[in-house]
């Protein structure tokens, strides 16, 4: 069975440091993961996927088949960064139906 | 603008009634629609997929009869729960994959709350 786990349920930054989202994911073939963020009152949007090797809003995300993981990372937190973010994994194509993570809180302080 | 439109966003029933909701793909064609239910402070969990003109697939555990799923038009799918209760309180969220961009749209979400 499919997995992803998300082991932090808070993050809390300080504006200006960098910040890192864990994901960690199971599956027996080759998926493709996905980050999507929901912001205060908004609904749930894609930020980015894995095969596009994309930076949006700064963020990015590389999949380590290795460790099973797709972090994503940012180097210079923004208050607007605030949001829930949630990993997500696809047996195949973005249409295809979704198991997500539990999500990861993300608060960015002054 | 929102490709996926959810209606109605917030609704209460009294339990043993019937609630419908409908999600809509409003740029695009879906022959596939999937309906997710998010706990509080838990995460999004599939319940169906929603198929145009078939039976819908449902998830294991997920009461087929409790929650009614149809799919009418390339446009157009609803779920509607049945004989609510209150453990059915949730938060519905519908999905809809637009192929040609290869990207899936949420709608806002329903929250629906028994009582």
């Known amino acids: 069975a499919q997995r992803v786990t998300q082991p932090e349920k808070l993050l809390s930054v300080f504006k200006g440091a960098p910040v890192e989202l864990k994901c960690n994911y199971s599956?027996?073939?080759?998926?493709?993961l996905f980050w999507y963020v929901q912001y205060s009152r908004q609904r749930l949007q894609l930020l980015l996927r894995?095969?596009s090797r994309e930076s949006i809003k700064g963020f990015t995300a590389d999949l380590n088949k290795g460790e099973t993981s797709f972090h994503l990372k940012k180097p210079f937190a923004q208050e607007e960064d605030s949001a829930m973010y949630y990993c997500?994994?696809?047996?195949?194509?973005?249409?295809?139906?979704?198991?997500f993570g539990t999500g990861t809180q993300l608060k960015v302080e002054l | 603008g929102a490709v996926v439109s959810q209606h109605p966003s917030r609704v209460i029933c009294k339990s043993g009634t019937s609630v419908k909701i409908e999600c809509r793909s409003l740029?695009?064609?879906?022959?596939?629609m999937f309906w997710y239910r998010q706990f509080p402070k838990k995460s999004l969990m599939l319940m169906a997929t929603?198929?145009?003109?078939?039976?819908?697939?449902?998830e294991q555990g997920v009461e087929k009869d409790k929650f009614l799923i149809n799919h009418a038009s390339l446009t157009l799918s609803t779920l509607t729960v049945t004989s609510a209760h209150p453990e059915d309180s949730s938060f519905y969220i519908c999905?809809?994959?637009?192929?040609?961009?290869?990207?899936?749209?949420f709608g806002q979400g329903t929250r629906l709350t028994v009582v």
């Open positions: 894995h095969i």
């Open positions: 929603s198929n145009e003109g078939s039976k819908a697939t449902y």
């Open positions: 599956y027996s073939g080759s998926p493709e």
């Open positions: 740029d695009f064609q879906a022959t596939t």
């Open positions: 999905s809809a994959p637009w192929t040609q961009v290869g990207e899936a749209f």
């Open positions: 997500a994994l696809s047996p195949g194509g973005g249409g295809n139906k979704l198991t």
